[in-house]
């Protein structure tokens, strides 16, 4: 079974992961200090982690929302919202990647005032995150290090 929207896969390595992490990280620091760090699960865990240490934030919280099977993406599922006390301008949320911008979407009507970072942006979700590091094709399956090396056009 195959999903016609992926006909390319680009594999992240933990060291390009990394390298990605610390340029968005040089990038966000330039702009203000963070005061907080809000990740979107489980996607931007690892990201998070990595911006949270690179940029010294200790208030770390999870938005969890449910979106993607294997194949495809779902519909949009919040299973867990962080206390929306503090979240402001200086708080930073923080995914692996932008896609078609379904998730995005729902966390921006969440944290309206939030800084929305991603490593990896989509041409669709491209305009609802205010920075990220790398653009790849709509068209293109992305399999990060911690994911099995399942593809959906395989």
């Known amino acids: 079974m195959s999903d016609e929207r992926y006909v390319k ?3 992240v390595s933990w060291d390009q992961l ?3 992490c610390r340029q968005l990280a040089a990038e ?3 702009l203000r200090r963070w005061n907080r760090l809000i990740a979107v699960a489980r996607g ?3 990201p998070a982690a990595l911006m949270a240490q690179e940029l010294q934030i200790k208030l770390v919280d999870t938005v969890c929302i449910s979106s993607y099977t294997l194949k495809s993406q779902g519909d949009l599922t919040v299973l867990k919202r962080p206390d929306l006390e503090g979240v ?3 708080c930073l949320i923080i995914d692996d990647l932008v896609d ?3 998730t995005a979407q729902v966390v921006r009507e969440m944290f309206p005032q939030a800084y929305f970072a991603t490593v990896y942006a989509k041409p669709e979700g491209r305009p609802l995150v205010d920075k990220f590091v790398t653009e790849v094709s709509q068209n293109t399956w992305i399999i990060f290090p911690w994911e099995p090396s399942h593809s959906p056009i395989l």
Do not use: A
Request: no cysteine; charged share 35%.
């Open 9 to 11: 896969t680009y594999s």
């Open 18 to 20: 990394q390298r990605e």
């Open 28 to 30: 966000l620091s330039r």
């Open 44 to 46: 931007g865990l690892v």
């Open 88 to 90: 402001d301008e200086n």
């Open 100 to 102: 078609t911008g379904k």
